[in-house]
């Protein structure tokens, strides 16, 4: 992690949590202290969003899951709008999960519907996590950064250079999320290093130096102190692990 850029540590709880346990999970990581020089935001369950943010205590953000290529309110069955989600009081989401890009038996989200939620929700007053990352078969052809390269110049394209500064990106391998496999150490330090290359050469330097990017992809309190002793990793976007007790442990690896 860097000596100047704030730590984020993301919890993606993806479609998980019944009312008890998110009860109880909330009263647990409100015993967590948060160190100083760190940041949480939860991603929960739509249906559990104004639960959360009522039960979090301050320092722990909420953030949803997603959000609407549409902005205002309207007829949009099913959508969640920027304005609606800051009218809660919901100011993160996250973007472009690999999950999505899939899609659940349909097609999934293109480059260029990512971006154009991400500036929605930035539009609208939220800070985003732009998630991107390769499949296996990417990463054994050498084309990772390439792939990330291309997911980002979408989001590049409509993002303005003030944007940048309520933007996370998340690097997350397919390859690794719930899977059990992780990157290594160097592999995730060097990805994450040509993400900042890129963003040097195509938003600004400045960007590029200011721009939190967080490793996501099966990190667990066992891994989460090698891979964040690295210069470009500046935090994790956890899933299976940000629903367990270990997720205390992953939060505390931050402090400096």
């Known amino acids: 992690m860097s000596g100047f850029r ?7 709880w993806k479609c998980n949590g019944t009312v008890a ?41 909420v953030a949803a899951q997603d959000v609407s290529v549409r902005s205002g309110f309207g007829a949009y069955t099913g959508e969640l709008s920027a304005q609606l989600l800051v009218d809660s009081n919901i100011r993160w989401t996250l973007t472009g999960h690999s999950e999505r890009r899939d899609g659940f038996n349909a097609p999934g989200e293109s480059n260029e519907l990512v971006a154009q939620k991400t500036k929605q929700a930035l539009d ?27 997911q980002l110049a979408a989001v590049a394209s409509v993002l303005s250079l003030e944007d940048w500064g309520r933007v996370v990106v998340a690097y997350e391998p397919k390859w690794a999320i719930g899977t059990g496999k992780v990157a290594t150490a160097q592999q995730a330090e060097e990805t994450h290093a040509a993400i900042r290359v890129w963003l040097a050469a195509n938003v600004s330097p ?14 667990k309190a066992s891994n989460s102190g090698e891979l964040i002793a690295c210069p470009n990793i500046d935090g994790f976007l956890v899933g299976g692990a940000s629903l367990k007790p270990e997720f205390a442990d992953i939060i505390r690896c931050t402090i400096r």
Do not use: W
Not at 6 to 12: E, F
Not at 27 to 54: C, G, K, M, Y
Not at 124 to 139: D, F, K, N, P, Y
């Open 21 to 61: 346990e998110v009860n109880q999970m909330i009263q647990f990581l409100n015993t967590v202290e948060v160190p100083a020089s760190s940041e949480v935001v939860i991603a929960v369950p739509s249906i559990h969003l104004a639960r959360a943010h009522d039960g979090f205590k301050p320092d722990i953000s």
């Open 124 to 150: 609208g007053g939220m800070s985003v996590i732009v998630c991107i990352g390769e499949t296996l078969a990417e990463r054994e052809s050498g084309v990772t950064d390439q792939v990330n390269g291309t």
């Open 206 to 219: 400045a960007v590029a130096e200011a721009t939190r990017i967080i490793y996501g992809g099966s990190v």
């Open 6 to 12: 704030r730590s984020l540590i993301g919890g993606n």
